[in-house]
Nanobody
């Protein structure tokens, strides 16, 4: 079992940066792919980024590629999402998610059904 708690959301102006954190509890953290998804009002949940267990493999959604960076600290059981050059269209609730222990490539873990564990979400609002 894995419990996830996100933090770091807030209200910022376009062009600003934010760093989201996701603290995980559970013995499987270091062996699981970890991802961020987001959901804007009235829209489907969208894949943002994923990092595999070794942190050597990452993959990003097209809308955030080049602006966002995902990373993890297995010693702290924490995954981060550094968000730079934020845009109003980045406004959403951001969710952290954990997959079951695996050894796959990061690009193979972009679907919601692959993640049985989810945090409660943190709101990010970007004003123009």
């Amino acid at each position: 079992q894995v419990q996830l708690v996100e933090s770091g959301g807030g209200l910022v102006q376009a062009g600003a940066s934010l760093r989201l954190s996701c603290a995980a509890s559970g013995r499987t953290f270091s062996t699981s792919a970890m991802a961020w998804f987001r959901q804007a009002p009235g829209k489907e949940r969208e894949f943002v980024a994923v990092v595999t267990r070794s942190d050597s493999s990452t993959f990003y959604g097209d809308s955030v590629k080049g602006r966002f960076t995902i990373s993890r600290d297995n010693a702290k059981s924490t995954v981060y999402l550094q968000m730079n050059s934020l845009k109003p269209e980045d406004t959403a609730v951001y969710y952290c998610a954990a997959a079951l222990p695996s050894n796959g490539r990061a690009r193979d873990y972009t679907r919601e059904y692959q993640y049985p564990y989810w945090g409660q979400g943190t709101q990010v609002t970007v004003s123009s």
